[in-house]
């Protein structure tokens, strides 16, 4: 394990004269997202020890990436709606709207009906299967423990299948949205539809050398943050990097003293094939250093709720 120098808070790029100005937020393409999360948890199972498992979230991006072409496109959000939420400072989507939205009752009809065709283990099947069979207050349960970011451990496996069927109508809706309408909500919570980000990932963009982005663990928006940053409680004194290997690891927990909490950073500026679920899921070992260590997991990603 290695355990980088604190450091000391830095100025944000965004800020500093004739540097170009990041935009705030990245918004999804739904179809080239799944994709490429689809080979990137390919990629990570040649010679992993989650192998069963990457390859079944493999086939499990490719459903979403192709539901994301099938299905009807949601409606866009009114412009006004939109408008009168950068008023309050809150995001334009509602997730707790949603667990009543047909639409989105229909995204997981259809994602559950898709993934009766995946490869899995016995036990995914037997959730699967419950999921199926579960009437309408069941899926309202279960959809509001995703589109709350709250996912009980002891029932991981069904709110998985949901989970993905959500992130692909949020991640439709949020490409629906103008980037430049939208407005910072509050450190760590994306302002498409305020949920938590499941990473953050140091990138470089035109005109910028580095800048780091958090992404969204429901809709997948990318959003600008401070670089030296807690994303749990916005302190941006008492942070150390941890990794498992070398100070150059490209995965590292940005741990926060201040609320004894942390959140993974990738650097994309030394691979650009990192995705903030997939390889969340593949540095798995970084998870257990840091639940040994007796750190909080401000991070959320519904593929790795339990561990």
């Known amino acids: 394990m290695s355990d ?11 800020l500093i004269g004739g540097v170009p100005k990041a935009p705030l937020a990245l918004l999804p393409d739904p179809v080239a997202l799944f994709q490429a999360r689809a080979r990137r948890f390919a990629f990570l199972a040649n010679d992993h020890e ?9 086939g499990l991006s490719r459903l979403q990436a192709r539901l994301a072409v099938t299905l009807p496109r949601p409606s866009a959000l009114p412009a006004t709606r939109v408008a009168r939420a950068a008023q309050a400072h809150l995001p334009p ?3 707790h709207a949603l667990v009543e939205d047909p639409a989105l009752a229909a995204t997981v009809q259809a994602l559950l009906d898709g993934a009766v065709e995946l490869d899995m ?5 037997a959730a699967l299967q419950a999921v199926l069979q579960a009437d309408a207050g069941d899926r309202r349960w279960l959809l509001g423990n995703v589109l709350g970011d709250d996912i009980p451990v002891d029932s991981t496996a069904p709110h998985l299948f949901v989970a993905a ?4 109508h949020l991640a439709r809706l949020a490409a629906g949205l103008e980037a430049d309408a939208l407005v910072p909500v509050a450190t760590g919570v994306c302002p498409a539809c305020g949920g938590r980000p499941a ?14 982005y958090a992404s969204c663990a429901g809709c997948a928006t990318q959003w600008n943050e401070v670089r030296v940053k807690c994303l ?6 008492g942070l150390s990097y941890r990794s498992v290997g070398t100070d150059e690891a490209t995965v590292k927990a940005e741990a926060c003293r201040q609320c004894d ?3 993974k950073i990738f650097y994309k500026v030394k691979n650009e094939s990192l995705d903030p679920i997939a390889d969340d899921v593949g540095s798995l070992g970084l998870d257990i250093l840091m639940r040994d260590a007796g750190m909080r997991h401000g991070g959320f990603n519904p593929f790795l709720v339990g561990y």
Not at 121 to 125: E, S
Not at 165 to 168: D, E, G, I, W
């Open 199 to 212: 990473t953050s990932s140091v990138m470089g963009m035109q005109g910028i050398e580095s800048v780091r």
């Open 261 to 263: 909490s942390w959140v």
């Open 121 to 125: 283990p016995d036990a995914a099947r």
């Open 4 to 14: 980088e120098a604190q450091y000391e808070p830095q100025a944000d790029p965004t």
């Open 165 to 168: 069927a959500v992130q692909v």
């Open 232 to 237: 749990c409680c916005g302190s941006t004194r």
């Open 93 to 95: 989507i509602d997730r």
């Open 50 to 58: 989650l192998a069963p498992y990457l390859h079944f979230l493999d």
